[in-house]
Nanobody
Framework: QVQLVESGGGLVQPGGSLRLSCAAS????????MGWYRQAPGKQRGLVAI???????NGADSVKGRFTISRDNGKNTVYLQMNSLKPEDTAVYYC?????????????WGQGTQVTVSS
């Protein structure tokens, strides 16, 4: 019923740009905090950036000034604009929807999209 589908990943040279998209169905993202996470081989999944239901955005220190998260509630879609990409940005990028109601958190995850930064 609930699906988060990421797209836009691929191979890019260092210094290049990509824009990832996360299209949601089964939920209305305006009611959720949305986030992008990434996982490199041999490492745990880590937060890249989040945007609240009110539109406040924050990113990890490693991507601040380079990555921008945004949302289009009318399209039920979240984006991650990635500029000045570095090889260390190489990872599978996952979309997350989060909401806490009555003290119980609820999370949904996408299948991930591969981003490879290499010359």
């Amino acid at each position: 019923q609930v699906q988060l589908v990421e797209s836009g990943g691929g191979l890019v040279q260092p210094g290049g740009s990509l824009r990832l998209s996360c299209a949601a169905s089964g939920i209305t993202i305006s009611a959720y905090t949305m986030g992008w996470y990434r996982q490199a081989p041999g490492k745990q999944r880590g937060l890249v950036a989040i945007i609240t239901s009110g539109g406040s955005a924050n990113g990890a220190d490693s991507v601040k000034g380079r990555f921008t998260i945004s949302r289009d509630n009318g399209k039920n879609t979240v984006y991650l604009q990635m500029n000045s990409l570095k090889p260390e940005d190489t990872a599978v990028y996952y979309c997350n929807a989060h909401r806490s109601a009555w003290g119980t958190p609820r999370d949904y995850w996408g299948q991930g999209t591969q981003v490879t930064v290499s010359s």
